[in-house]
């Protein structure tokens, strides 16, 4: 059986968001009156080394470690307050500072992406430059800030690979604090907890792999691969879709 850093490296090399999202859409089980999310994190684009999808920066897959912001007010969840040194933020020590805890733990040595959850109603950013920069220096392989982020020279100027759903010129402490740490989030409404899968395709998107799916994913990609090749060949010598979907896609 591979490793799970052979099997991210096989990720980065063959695969795009979209070959995921089409494998979890098999393999997933959607709750009655609900969408397929497929994993895909939506609305989110790359800010960082360059703003926009491109196809020049490189793909990077790694667990996640999850951080949660909430309004300045906000009472931290229970999770927090009942287990700081776990989940929690003793006094003292800046959120960023924890970025690194859940990978140095992780026995398959795999790095981690950093996924931050913001309430959708905030305009402050939550990543700025100095963030950043730590980030790099504990060896994170990138974030996804599932809100708004500013100082983007100073966050080009890391290299690290950050997507975001916005941006802003105000600092976190206008409106926002961090909560907890290394517990599930929502990124617009699709749960992502510490330790799944984060892919980042700078050209098609982010999309978030659950732990326990990821054997199933790795073995069902390459079969919906080839059927979609066969289709594709079908159509391009004038099958019609239709047709195409119902042999290779049945």
Request: aromatic residues 6%; charged residues 20%.
């Given at each position: ?11 980065v ?26 994993g ?15 196809e ?26 009942e ?36 309430p ?6 939550v ?42 010129t ?32 700078p ?48």
């Amino acid at each position: 059986m591979s490793t799970l850093n052979e099997q991210l490296a096989t990720l980065v090399e063959k695969y795009t968001a979209c070959d995921i999202s089409d494998a979890l859409l098999k393999l997933q089980k959607v709750p009655e009156g609900g969408t397929a999310r497929a994993g895909y994190l939506a609305d989110l684009a790359p800010f960082s080394p360059i703003i926009g999808r491109n196809e020049t920066t490189k793909k990077i897959a790694a667990p996640a470690t999850t951080f949660k912001f909430l309004s300045k007010g906000a009472t931290p969840p229970t999770i927090a307050t009942e287990n700081p040194e776990k989940h929690g933020f003793p006094p003292g020590k800046h959120w960023v500072d924890y970025a690194g805890d859940f990978a140095a733990a992780d026995p398959a040595n795999a790095g981690s992406i950093i996924v931050i959850e913001q309430p959708g109603d905030q305009y402050c950013a939550v990543t700025g430059g100095i963030m950043a920069t730590r980030m790099k220096v504990l060896g994170l392989k990138g974030a996804v800030v599932g809100g708004r982020i500013r100082d983007l020279r100073e966050l080009q100027a890391t290299g690290l690979p950050i997507w975001a759903r916005s941006t802003s010129t105000v600092g976190t402490g206008a409106e926002a604090k961090a909560v907890a740490r290394d517990v599930p989030i929502s990124i617009g409404g699709l749960t992502v907890s510490p330790g799944d899968i984060v892919f980042c395709d700078p050209f098609e998107g982010v999309v978030v792999i659950p732990r326990d799916l990821l054997d199933p994913v790795m073995e069902l990609m390459p079969k919906l691969i080839s059927m979609d090749e066969k289709a594709i060949e079908a159509v391009a010598q004038g099958m019609t879709v239709t047709q195409a979907f119902r042999d290779f896609r049945a």
